[in-house]
């Protein structure tokens, strides 16, 4: 068995091949999506990560006043 990697494209959920001329005319194959540059947001504070993480978890006020009490209580 052998394997080949291509670089790709996706546009509009369609995957354009950079160079079509290696790929075998049948075969199958895994895809492995390699998110954009800069995808990910780092928080530059640690309130802009506390809100993103009450994001993340879905808390409303009350819960994250709690959550934050249960964290400190915990460090003790």
Excluded: C, F
């Amino acid at each position: 068995m052998s394997y080949v990697t291509l670089e790709a494209q996706i546009d509009h959920g369609k995957v354009v091949v950079d160079e079509p001329e290696r790929l075998p005319k049948s075969a199958r194959a895994l895809l492995t999506i390699l998110g954009p540059v800069g995808s990910v947001l780092v928080p530059e504070n640690p309130l802009e990560a506390l809100e993103a993480l009450q994001k993340h978890l879905k808390l409303d006020e009350n819960r994250a006043t709690e959550w934050m009490a249960t964290v400190q209580e915990a460090r003790r």
